[in-house]
């Protein structure tokens, strides 16, 4: 008996030796993969860092470029488009004016009613639908048939108190989140394709005149009176209200600027012909690239994978279509090389499965248990990881978006120095020009990205601060303005009524 004991004992702690070494081992194992983890996350810090210095060179790049552009047709990445809107609206306008806004994701139709007055401004209706994914790869035909059927649904439902009581065409903006080439205010062609869209038969046809003829062949009684950039109807919105306005930016599916410069200053235009001495110009710097750019390997990849690659280069890096799939890449290199994710996800896999606003949610869950990472990532075909590997995706998500922030916090600086009002002047004049300097200046700032991405706007505003220092960046508000393009387009039109051409540029 007392031999079997001594066996058993024995046989236990055999078993309990070697239980040991296995979880000892395993456990040293855990950890060799966590460090493996922690280097790279380490690594893509690192790719991703976006310290001052460089962000005051990628400042310096961007007003060079702006200044490139502007001096001749090709002459930068940024084409610096001329958009032939030399007034802005300033709250005096009266009359009623329709808009349709072709977005990135959405699209929308107002109609607002101008009193006279800023304050009688009224958005009467407004309407905001997703893009159909089938139209990205449609005809221009298709297109434009869809746009001018919403457009009928909408005046359809107007009633009686309508515009057409009054026996007048109704009057309508067409807002268009594309590179084009103006003409004037009312015509211009299309450049290129951008944010995922690849319709066919629409290089160098005029926009306008493509929606008037879908419009008429449905025999409504509408005038495409004006063709503006996205951009510049945020910037109308934002100078209706406040006339420090001089510069907006869209953060949305894709990224764009406009500002107001002074004519003498576009030398490739040479006889502008406004009455205002300025014109607002449409820099397109989805396109911006300059070699401060924090380039990685995964934006390579995106970009080589994309639709449009080696094109929109500063877009791909901030723009709210590709945030969700950089990180979306990220997630599927680490769990490539570790097993921290469990098996590869084949839906993981899968280009754009993972949007932006997925990627806020995570980055801002603030539950303790991190409850939304956890659901998101099941969706992505990673189900049950522990806590540690949630938090390091949230830390994934925070790399991604701290750097789209800053880089986009440079572009604005650009365009201040660009304008004399990031405070650079040299230190000697810097006296005698106090006054100029700290000009207030207003920013007019629109998209889904901005106004839903708490964490972007922080990382934002900080960086501007860095940037230009805390006494400047007191005198810069950033004024976000919600569907700012669509209302402002409407905006423009009422206080811009004629048609001008230039035709010698
Ligand atoms: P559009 O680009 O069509 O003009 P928006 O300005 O509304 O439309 O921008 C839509 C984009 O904004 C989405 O494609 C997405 O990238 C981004 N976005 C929307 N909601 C969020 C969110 N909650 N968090 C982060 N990004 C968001
Ligand atoms: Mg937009």
Redesign the pocket.
Known sequence: MGRVLVMLTAAAAVVACSVATVMVRRRVRRRRKWRKVVRLLKDLEESFETPLGRLRQMVDAIAVEMQAGLVSEGGSKLKMLLTFVDDLPNGSERGTYYAL?L?????RIIRVHLGGQRSSLEVQDIERHS?PTSLLNSTSEVLFDFLASSLQRFIEKEGHESISSQDVKRELAFTF?FPVKQTSLSSGVLIKWT?GFAISEMAGEDIAECLQGAVDRRGLDIHVAALVN?TVGALSYGHYHDPDTIAAV?????SNACYLERTDAIIKCQNPRTTSGSMVVNMEWGNFWSSRLPRTSYDIELDAESLNSNDMGFEKMI???Y??DIVRRVILRMSQESDIFGPISSILSTPFVL???S???MHEDDTPELHEVATILKHLGVPKVPLKVRKLVVKICDVVTRRAARLAAAGISGILKKLGRDGSVGEGRRRSSDKQMMRRTVVAV????Y???RM?REYLDEALSDILGEDVARQVVIKAMEDG?SIGSALLLASSHSVRTISNI
């Open positions: 806004h977005g990135g994701s959405y699209f893009i989140s944010k996205d869209v953060f949305g599916t894709g723009g709210g279509m945030l969700g949007r932006t606003n990627v806020s949610a629109e998209g889904g990205l106004s839903n991405y972007f393009s």
